[in-house]
């Protein structure tokens, strides 16, 4: 099936540091999404890629839809401790758009 | 940008007693959403589809009459968790999509989830 790895599990880095996590498949995604969990709140859509090889950034994030579309990264620059929380990858299946695959998370400490 | 709600953030209940959990579409209308139960360090699983006007779509292991989801209008759909046990602890979240962009690859939108504890 269209399972997703994202790794690292953990990261613990300093402030000001940059930031890289990554998501792979053995299964294509027409569709990658990158959210952002905090503490007891829901995740929040940080970028959407929609387009093999396409390069989007949000502030200081930036994401990736590999050309495979077998996978996609996540950078974060200049890390600030805001930074801090859970950051999940996620595709729907190619045939049913509303079955959601999502990664197991990558937890992100940024020490100030 | 599309905005979910989802009420209510956290909630105590006694063991034996039902808990309804609403979930509502804001700026759009949603014919889908979806719930979430998410353990602790652990990914989002899906319980079940709610689709309005139609039945809900359980995923296996999850109990229809256990959690019960009504999707009663194009910008809200309500989880009862019937007859709560401790082991129902835990973080619900609902999510729906804006399809009425017509875009088929329309991202997920998750309310903020519902600390549900059962004692």
């Known amino acids: 099936g269209q399972q997703l790895n994202q790794s690292p599990q953990s990261m613990f880095i300093q402030e000001g540091e940059d930031v890289s996590m990554n998501c792979t498949s053995s299964?294509?995604?027409?569709?990658w999404l990158w959210y952002k969990q905090d503490p007891g709140e829901g995740p929040v859509l940080l970028i959407a890629?929609?387009?093999?090889?396409e390069l989007t950034s949000n502030g200081r994030l930036t994401a990736q839809f590999g050309i495979t579309r077998k996978d996609s990264f996540l950078n974060i620059s200049a890390s600030i401790p805001s930074d801090v929380g859970i950051y999940f990858c996620?595709?729907?299946?190619?045939?049913?758009?509303?079955?959601?695959?999502f990664g197991s998370g990558t937890k992100l400490n940024v020490k100030p | 940008g599309a905005v979910v709600s989802q009420h209510p953030s956290r909630v105590i209940c006694k063991s034996g007693t039902s808990v309804k959990i609403e979930c509502r579409s804001l700026d759009f209308q949603a014919t889908t959403m979806f719930w979430y139960r998410q353990f602790p360090k652990q990914s989002l699983m899906l319980m079940a589809t709610?689709?309005?006007?139609?039945?809900?779509?359980?995923e296996q292991g999850v109990e229809k009459d256990k959690f019960l989801i009504n999707h009663a209008s194009l910008t809200l759909s309500t989880l009862t968790v019937t007859s709560a046990h401790p082991e129902d602890s835990s973080f619900y979240i609902c999510?729906?999509?804006?399809?009425?962009?017509?875009?088929?690859?329309?991202?997920?939108?998750f309310g903020n989830g519902t600390r549900l504890t059962v004692t």
């Open positions: 999510s729906a999509r804006d399809g009425t962009r017509g875009f088929d690859n329309s991202p997920l939108h």
């Open positions: 299964s294509i995604f027409n569709t």
């Open positions: 890629l929609y387009k093999a090889g």
């Open positions: 709610s689709n309005e006007g139609s039945k809900a779509t359980y």
């Open positions: 996620a595709g729907p299946n190619l045939y049913n758009f509303n079955k959601f695959y």
